[in-house]
């Protein structure tokens, strides 16, 4: 027996079931395939847990792509505003953290019920531990054979996220219908992703192993102002995430340690004011101890020198030191880790507004396997929110 639907999309996480919902308010006959055991796992791991939902400063500017225009319409459309007033009728309590960023006060899976509720309540019929086993063209729409049976729609929404964390299921399945269907696909990597350092620079930075300081990671011409974190395989912390979808294997970055501070103009009062004090002790009030420590080593001081005997081209390389710290990354810790795959399903084949595949009528792609990837901080979701909003609209 062949059940029929007017719209067939694959995947329940942040994106389909925002499709599903859309579309369901619209009364389509809706049903969402997943072959994990539960909808919306990577809403619930997000966020530490409190799922960082949305971000109030969301343009379009905060979003890599081969067209960077290409999210704008639909973040247009469904703002995080009507993100916020969801999460509000339902009672869900959230917050500000920083620099935009809402996050729920309780729990991610607040996030995850509302999305279930709101489905629940437009009729959107879910199925989970389904393996989709092929898709194909049907007379007016799609078939699709999974493991629960045949499935026919008008329409068929590929929404199976990217290949970051393949631990918790992710594939690259949207990709291969894509190219199924003869739409191209972006080349795609891991992004926000710690980087990794090679065994002598790793050994060297060692001791600086669990510190986090404020800095501005640059790469070429963007830059990053937010924590930077020393670990025992590398560099991590927001400011480095972020950079991490800019940077390609073989680039360096640019590391300002303190950017709001001028270690040079600093160092140099310090000077003035106690000539017998260590380079070492004035600095540690600055930066943390080790990192200090660190710093006049790269500098090349030697520890017993007093602040008096430095002269200021003596000052500048400790603050160019930290300020303007260059470092190859070796490489990145990969989809293991990888908040976001970026490239993906190429825009030029999909219209804006719709999400729609231009050129095979019916098809439509949505969420982190477009080649649309956000910041940090919340913009992700709010791209699966609105690419899946504009879907569920056009179906
Ligand atoms: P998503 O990956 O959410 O959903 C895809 C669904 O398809 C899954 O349910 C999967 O099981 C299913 N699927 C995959 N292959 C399938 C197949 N072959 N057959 C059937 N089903 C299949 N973003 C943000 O804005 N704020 C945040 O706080 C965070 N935090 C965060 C933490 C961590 C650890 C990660 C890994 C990621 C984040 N993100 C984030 C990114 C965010 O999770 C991501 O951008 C969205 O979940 C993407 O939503 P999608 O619906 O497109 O894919």
């Not at 006959?29 to 400063?57: M, Q, W, Y």
């Not at 068929?156 to 190219?179: D, H, N, Q, W």
């Not at 600093?266 to 930066?287: D, F, M």
Request: charged share 20%.
């Amino acid at each position: 027996m062949v059940r029929k639907f007017d719209a067939v999309i694959l995947g329940a996480g942040a994106a389909g079931m925002m499709c599903a919902i859309r579309a369901g308010q619209r009364g389509k006959r809706v049903l969402v395939l997943d072959h994990a055991r539960a909808p919306g796992e990577k809403i619930r791991i997000s966020g530490g847990g409190r799922c960082n939902f949305t971000n109030i400063h969301t343009t379009g500017t905060s979003y890599i792509s081969a067209n960077p225009h290409f999210a704008k319409s639909a973040l247009a459309r469904y703002t995080p505003n009507d993100f916020v007033q969801l999460v509000e009728r339902h009672g869900v309590p959230w917050h500000e953290k920083t620099l935009g960023q809402l996050f729920c006060d309780n729990s991610a899976k607040d996030i995850v019920n509302l999305l279930l509720a709101e489905m629940r309540d437009a009729n959107g019929q879910l199925e989970l531990q389904q393996e989709v086993l092929s898709v194909e063209k049907a007379p007016g729409g799609y078939r699709v054979a999974t493991s629960g049976g045949l499935v026919e729609a008008s329409a068929l929404v590929v929404a199976t996220g990217g290949k970051s964390i393949p631990k918790m299921g992710a594939t690259g399945f949207a990709y291969r219908i894509a190219e199924q269907f003869g739409l191209n696909v972006v080349e795609t990597r891991p992004g926000l992703v710690p980087l990794t350092l090679d065994a002598q620079l790793l050994e060297r930075l060692a001791p600086l192993s669990g510190i986090s300081v404020p800095a501005e990671v640059r790469h070429g011409r963007t830059a990053f102002r937010e924590a930077l974190l020393f670990t025992h395989r590398g560099l991590s912390g927001p400011a480095i995430l972020q950079i991490s979808s800019y940077w390609r294997e073989g680039d360096e970055i640019l590391l300002r340690i303190a950017p709001d501070r001028n270690l040079f103009e600093e160092l140099k009062s310090a000077r003035k004011i106690n000539g017998r004090q260590a380079p070492q002790t004035v600095l540690a009030e600055i930066l943390p101890r080790r990192l200090a420590q660190h710093v006049l080593e790269k500098a090349g001081l030697a520890a017993t020198v007093q602040m008096a005997e430095c002269p200021d081209r003596v000052l500048e390389a400790i603050a160019s030191a930290a300020q303007s710290w260059r470092m190859k990354p070796a490489g990145s810790e990969g989809y293991r880790t990888a908040e976001v795959t970026l490239g993906g399903v190429d825009t030029k084949d999909l219209d804006s507004r719709t999400m729609a595949a231009k050129a095979v009528p019916g098809l439509y792609f949505i969420g982190e396997c477009v080649d649309v990837t956000g910041w940090l901080g919340g913009y992700n979701f709010q791209w699966a929110w609105a690419s899946g909003h504009v879907c569920g609209d056009a179906l």
